[in-house]
């Protein structure tokens, strides 16, 4: 029963390159989570996204930063022209579907994409 | 300003002795959590209280929600290395997007 998958677990990146971290739920999850952690920080939530859509993205920069779920595949989080201040891990969690409106289901996280923008 | 304050920051004691680490708000909250995160991994779900008073055991963790559900103490009886990590809480905040305290990170020396 395996929980959710990140992969790479750690990428390199210089100033300018697009960073692409991809995500796969637990099975049986629909809904998908990005959050970023900062050394020395709590995690900051991102993006919420179920299968081909995103619920909010409160949480995203509004420039250089998107995210998907696609029908088939894992989650992608996507950074281009990453610069030094996107270095972080970022962790991604799942949950099944939302047993009602007003309910929260538990987040199982990955084991986050250690990002290094040299 | 954050929502969660976590103190301490940083906690570093010897094995055996005992601990308590708070997580604060002025905010009133239907339910608060208590995670766990090793180093390089991510944050598993130690609990959920959502009644204000609860006191929750999860063998020698405590964990208890303030009366007036703004607040919220993890105490660790005689800690142990393996006890070593960083203590996060966090609340929902509208649907399901989890706001997280800045973390209190443990270190338990042998």
């Known amino acids: 029963n395996a929980g959710v998958m990140q992969n790479p677990r750690h990428l390199v990146r210089r100033r300018g390159q697009e960073a692409r971290l991809r995500c796969s739920p637990m099975k049986g999850h629909s809904h998908v989570y990005w959050y970023r952690q900062l050394p020395e920080e709590g995690l900051k939530f991102m993006v919420y996204l179920q299968k081909e859509n995103i619920i909010d993205e409160s949480g995203m920069p509004k420039e250089r930063f998107s995210a998907e779920f696609p029908k088939e595949g894992p989650s992608i989080l996507r950074i281009q022209q990453v610069v030094r201040g996107d270095s972080a891990a970022y962790f991604c969690a799942s949950s099944p579907r939302l047993a009602g409106v007003g309910y929260q289901e538990t987040q199982y996280f990955g084991p986050g994409t250690r990002l290094l923008v040299l | 300003t954050q929502l969660l304050e976590q103190s301490p920051q940083f906690l570093s004691i010897q094995e055996g002795e005992n601990l308590t680490v708070y997580c604060n708000s002025s905010?009133?909250?239907?339910?608060l959590q208590w995670y766990r995160q090793e180093p390089g991994e991510g944050p598993v779900l130690l609990v959920t209280v959502v009644t204000g008073g609860e006191v929750k055991k999860l063998k020698r963790l405590t964990f208890q929600f303030g009366d007036a559900r703004k607040d919220s103490s993890l105490h660790i009886t005689a800690a142990q290395p393996g006890d070593t990590g960083l203590y996060l809480c966090a609340v929902y905040q509208g649907a399901q997007k989890l706001v997280f305290g800045q973390g209190t990170r443990l270190t338990i020396n042998p």
């Open positions: 905010s009133v909250f239907s339910s």
